[in-house]
């Protein structure tokens, strides 16, 4: 499956942003897919997943009540919202599908898109 993130962008802290990820190849109700994030000088670190179904979502604690995520199966595109950024927020911002139920760890992705830069200043 192949994956094509956007949305990212530059915004003040408090801002708000919507990140969008289209695939395209495979059945993509397969697919459990999450958000990872990655900071200059950082590893990659989990944000946020969901279900093939939607019906499950999970988060990093430092995101919760702030970014949520959704899915639409008709249109073979996952969404994360960004309420409140913050500063500490800014990473470029992947998408990834995984071949199972719903996972947080990256390497437990089968496939990447290319990334989206978000910046928060302060």
């Known amino acids: 499956v192949q994956l094509q993130a956007s949305g990212g962008g530059l915004v003040q802290a408090g801002d708000s942003l919507r990140l969008s990820c289209a695939a395209s190849g495979r059945t993509f109700t397969s697919y459990a897919m999450g958000w990872f994030r990655q900071a200059t000088g950082k590893e990659r670190e989990f944000v946020a997943a969901?279900?093939?179904?939607?019906?499950?979502?999970y988060y990093a604690d430092f995101v919760k009540g702030r970014f949520t995520i959704s899915r639409d199966n008709a249109k073979s595109i996952i969404l994360l919202q960004m309420n409140s950024l913050k500063p500490e927020d800014t990473a470029v911002y992947y998408c990834a599908a995984a071949k199972s139920y719903v996972k947080t760890a990256p390497i437990d992705y089968d496939y990447w898109g290319q990334g989206t830069q978000v910046t928060v200043s302060s």
């Open positions: 969901i279900s093939w179904s939607g019906g499950l979502s």
